[in-house]
């Protein structure tokens, strides 16, 4: 069985290697949408190419960052692409099955083999605390080891679908939900190690961007598009839980907002509160 995950990119330099090299691992193959990086995010994804990576897209970056037009384009490849599954993610996630013994790959194709045709996954948000506030080096996978799960509706992640005839629909959630007609998620959610941001720095880089007024009015992006830098605080350490293997991580009571919505200039607070889904931005 055949599954394509598809990435879109801009500056991620920092995350491209990890992803790609996990995706692969798991035995998917990778679609690559690059949004106009100006650093050495393609250069890195090159490395790639032939070995899991398929192709990567040029996909023209405008005057204001629009993440609708990028989860459309993928509504589009999921359409043109020859595989029988697509995963929609981004670079900073890490997708994994529900145990350490089994593949992404052998996830999906068993929840195949059971006749379900959409997979949903839990997130664990991992951020810098206060006692280790930066992990921007290329070993944070491993230093950062603070999290919290995060599910502000349900199903939240349900971003892996069997291949259609139809042209699905992913972009009315952001990317968060896929729907098409006959779906039928699979009971068990995968997992999702989320890197946010790596240090305070980090995070007010990232989300530096003149973002699409379509997609602010849609109540997308939330504290991303402002941030009130005076009410920046990273958690304690003693707030959060602590990882140590993957098959440990714990789902239970999780957070509807998260750390970085206290930090959101009021009139963003007030949109995210809204219960308007949030985008992510690649």
């Known amino acids: ?139 944070f996978l491993r230093t950062m080891r603070h999290y919290y799960p995060f599910a502000p509706a349900l199903p939240h992640r349900l971003s892996a679908w069997k291949r259609q005839p139809e042209r699905v629909a992913l972009a009315w959630s952001g990317g968060h939900v896929v729907r098409f007609p006959g779906l039928r998620a699979c009971p068990e959610s995968g997992k999702m190690r989320h890197y946010l941001f790596l240090s305070v720095e980090h995070f007010l880089s990232k989300y530096q961007r003149n973002y699409d007024p379509r997609d602010l009015q849609k109540g997308w992006h939330g504290w991303r598009a402002g941030v009130d830098v005076a009410r920046i605080a990273l958690p304690a350490a003693a707030t959060l839980r602590t990882w140590t293997t993957d098959d440990a991580l714990d789902a239970s009571a999780p957070r509807a907002t998260h750390v970085a919505d206290a930090w959101a200039l009021p009139a963003r607070a007030t949109t995210a509160a809204g219960g308007a889904r949030p985008a992510p931005s690649a």
């Open 1 to 139: 069985m055949r599954i394509i995950a598809l990435l879109a990119a801009y500056n991620e330099r920092r995350y491209i290697a990890h992803c790609l090299e996990h995706l692969i691992a798991q035995g998917l193959d990778v679609y690559l949408i690059d949004n106009g990086s100006t650093d050495e995010t393609v250069a890195i994804a090159e490395r790639y190419r032939g070995r899991g990576l398929l192709d990567i897209e040029a996909f023209p970056r405008a005057e204001t960052y629009s993440w609708r037009a990028i989860v459309r384009r993928k509504e589009v490849l999921a359409a043109t692409l020859d595989a029988d599954w697509f995963l929609h993610l981004d670079t900073d996630e890490i997708r994994l099955a529900p145990r350490s013994g089994q593949t992404l790959a052998q996830f999906l194709a068993d929840a195949d083999a059971r006749h379900y045709n959409a997979v949903n996954f839990m997130e664990f948000t991992f951020v810098p605390v206060r006692e280790h506030p930066d992990h921007d080096h290329p070993h």
